[in-house]
């Protein structure tokens, strides 16, 4: 069984920053593609930034500047480090885990960020 635990969401104005971090236990042999999508009131959810076990990246045009995606493979752990935060940022970001072809995937619970203005 695979879990994931999400952490850093919050309430933050608008330019601020805020940290992701996702940890993934278990079984996660066959699972090299870590990365957060969002979901905003409202709307489908969305790839934010998704990155392999060899570290190629995959960011959204809409974060590109603004956010970076990393991974520490010894913790098995993901981050999302978002600057200059928007009120369209305002979304349940999940943390996910998969397989290359999508053959398997795991969801994190989601936090939830608020960009304030």
């Known amino acids: 069984q695979v879990q994931l635990v999400e952490s850093g969401g919050g309430l933050v104005q608008v330019g601020g920053s805020l940290r992701l971090s996702c940890a993934a236990s278990?079984?996660?042999?066959?699972?090299?593609?870590m990365g957060w999508y969002r979901q905003g009131p409202g709307k489908p959810r969305e790839l934010v930034a998704d990155?392999?076990?060899?570290?190629?990246?995959n960011v959204a045009d809409s974060v590109k500047a603004r956010f970076t995606i990393s991974r520490d493979a010894a913790k098995n752990t993901v981050y999302l480090q978002m600057n200059s935060l928007k009120p369209e940022d305002t979304a349940v970001y999940y943390c996910?885990?998969?397989?290359?072809?999508?053959?398997?995937?795991?969801w994190g619970q989601g936090t939830q960020v608020t960009v304030s203005s």
């Open positions: 996910s885990l998969r397989s290359h072809n999508w053959s398997l995937y795991y």
């Open positions: 278990g079984n996660t042999v066959d699972l090299n593609t």
């Open positions: 990155i392999t076990s060899g570290g190629d990246r």
